[in-house]
């Protein structure tokens, strides 16, 4: 046979499939004439020079030269089965296999988790199989629920002061901290201990500064650092009353007003405030809670007066104004980097209210002489040291209370007698228009008496507040 028919009878060139010998010098196939084939093996027909006998064989033998065949293609040598390695199978880990005895003596220690990981997963096998033992180490789990409450990881805010009054119990302290500086010592070591927890990417957090300015809601942007100026700068106007080191330093102010301050030392500062402003503010509020100490000690120290540009406040309620703004801006603060911040403590916080509700009787004149209060208002003018219309706020929750508000001047004398209104308020949302941070017409407040009079009072709260 040659090249040529092999190719036109679909033989396929060169080796046989499976054979062990090499083709004739034809080319094509050399076939066994015994129509029989091994799986691999050889035929028993003679093979051209140099072939092997192994090639496929045409189905019912003979040598004849059928047109139609096609030859069957052997299977190899070897099947997948003969050379496939054996792989170990995967199991997982197999509890050790315990008595039920000892189960049951393990389930208070596996409801402590307190037991080894074996342990814990043959007790946890047999809790699915045994009803009784399962019952039992849910009664247990229950029970370890108790012995160890839930509790946050932040610490009592109550604690400072409660160590303090355990120590200064054993031993007075030779200057004691006057009872009117006590809230802001309090409020600024709370402040520093959420500053020093803080990152480096913390103090550049985004804050917006909010209060009202007589008219309406008012707000500037700043950053954690920022504020932190800003407390700053304006407990230099109580520092700078008590003789202490103004932190403006030579930095010119268009007026003394905490705001003129806070812009001028932004402008002066060559680069926006770091943490770096931290060191300074605790530095100063030492000193003054030092300086206020042994101030108190001298008559009449206590009276020196605080101006803020447009008014003046004696020392004390200078204080107690600075303790409520450090609170408030560090709940600025806290809302900025996520963490909850607590109220003052409610002694601290009554203590607060009370400046605020004897500085409105002046802040409605302020507002009156500025043309700010609504026309059509008929005012009656009082002597002072004489009763006149009065207006009783009360505000609920801890640190709350009740107090007389004059409304006609600030030297007449709130009388019950001459009661027109009556407002009451949460202490929160108090505090929270005082701050700015709630615009006056949307105050939850309940209200009795005279509308023209309780809408005054709360548009004065909401005029407390500054930057």
């Not at 679909?10 to 066994?32: E, F, K, L, M």
């Not at 403006?248 to 932004?266: I, M, Q, V």
């Not at 701050?435 to 709260?461: I, K, S």
């Amino acid at each position: 046979m040659t090249e040529g028919e092999g190719d036109e009878r679909g033989d396929p060139p060169g080796d046989a499939v499976g054979g062990s010998g090499r083709s004739g010098p034809g080319g094509g196939c050399v076939r066994s004439g015994s129509g029989r084939s091994g799986l691999g093996g050889r035929g028993s027909g003679p093979s051209g020079p140099g072939g092997g006998g192994g090639g496929p064989v045409r189905p019912g033998g003979g040598g004849g030269g059928d047109a139609g065949w096609t030859p069957r293609i052997p299977l190899p040598r070897s099947s997948a089965e003969d050379t496939a390695v054996l792989l170990p199978p995967v199991f997982g880990p197999v509890p050790p296999v315990l008595e039920h005895r000892v189960l049951m003596s393990l389930l208070g220690a596996w409801a402590l988790a307190a037991c080894s990981p074996e342990e814990a997963e043959a007790v946890e096998a047999h809790l699915g199989e045994c009803g009784r033992c399962a019952d039992e180490a849910r009664r247990l789990r229950e029970a370890v629920g108790l012995l160890h409450p839930a509790e946050s990881l932040d610490l009592d805010p109550g604690l400072r002061a409660r160590v303090l009054e355990s120590c200064l119990g054993r031993r007075a302290p030779r200057v004691p901290v006057p009872q009117w500086a006590a809230p802001y010592d309090t409020e600024t070591a709370r402040l520093d201990a959420l500053l020093r927890d803080m990152g480096d990417a913390e103090w550049h957090a985004p804050v917006r500064l909010r209060w009202f300015d007589g008219r309406g809601p008012a707000s500037r942007r700043t950053t954690v650092a920022g504020v932190i100026a800003h407390l700053l700068t304006v407990d230099g106007l109580v520092a700078a009353a008590l003789g202490l080191d103004d932190p403006l330093g030579g930095a010119s102010c268009e007026n003394g007003t905490p705001r003129g301050r806070t812009e001028a030392y932004w402008r002066a500062s060559p680069f926006p405030p770091t943490r770096a402003v931290r060191a300074p503010w605790r530095k100063q509020t030492h000193a003054l809670v030092r300086t206020a100490s042994f101030a108190e000690e001298r008559p009449g120290a206590g009276e020196v007066v605080v101006s803020y540009g447009g008014f003046g406040l004696p020392l004390r309620d200078a204080m107690l104004d600075r303790a409520f703004g450090c609170w408030v801006h560090a709940e600025d603060i806290a809302d900025a980097v996520d963490y909850p911040y607590p109220l003052p403590a409610p002694r601290h916080l009554h203590g607060m209210i009370g400046l605020a509700a004897r500085m409105l009787p002046a802040v409605l004149a302020r507002r009156r002489r500025a043309g700010l209060a609504p026309p059509g208002r008929t005012r009656h003018l009082v002597p002072a040291g004489e009763p006149g219309r009065s207006l009783r706020l009360e505000v609920e929750g801890a640190g709350g209370g009740e107090w007389l508000i004059s409304l006609d001047s600030p030297g007449s004398v709130a009388s019950a007698e001459r009661e027109v209104a009556h407002v009451v308020l949460d202490v929160m949302e108090f505090c929270r228009l005082a701050a700015g941070r709630v615009p006056p017409q949307e105050a939850a407040a309940g209200q009795a008496g005279d509308r023209e009079a309780v809408a005054d009072v709360l548009f004065a709260t909401a005029s407390l507040s500054r930057m």
